[in-house]
């Protein structure tokens, strides 16, 4: 069993940073490509960000572009989100998944990822 655990939300003001972690239990985390997602209320979960198991290659939501940056630490088995110029509408709760098969590049799908974290608020004031 895999268990994901994030940690790192908070409130923040209008174009400040935040740094989430996602820390996971098990030896197969570096095999995984790795993924950040959030969901609003009233609104679908939706991809933020997603990274290969080896860390070489990312990619991200257009609404994040440029302001977020997803990197992972195999050696300590987490993945972080750093997030910059943060706005209102980043106001969610942030999930960290991890991929069904293994070595597969970034996806960006919610049913991609079969382990999910139980989430941290992430609350921006204008």
């Known amino acids: 069993q895999v268990q994901l655990v994030e940690s790192g939300g908070g409130l923040v003001q209008a174009g400040g940073s935040l740094r989430l972690s996602c820390a996971a239990a098990?030896?197969?985390?570096?095999?995984?490509?790795m993924g950040w997602f959030r969901q609003a209320p009233g609104k679908e979960r939706e991809f933020v960000a997603a990274?290969?198991?080896?860390?070489?290659?990312?990619s991200y939501a257009d609404s994040v572009k440029g302001r977020f940056a997803i990197s992972r630490d195999n050696a300590k088995n987490t993945v972080y989100l750093q997030m910059n110029s943060l706005k209102p509408e980043d106001t969610a709760v942030y999930y960290c998944?991890?991929?069904?098969?293994?070595?597969?590049?970034?996806?960006?799908?919610?049913?991609?990822?079969?382990?999910w974290g139980q989430g941290t608020q992430v609350t921006v004031s204008s």
């Open positions: 990274i290969t198991w080896r860390g070489t290659r990312t």
């Open positions: 098990g030896r197969t985390f570096s095999t995984y490509a």
């Open positions: 998944a991890r991929d069904r098969f293994s070595q597969r590049d970034t996806r960006r799908e919610v049913h991609e990822y079969g382990y």
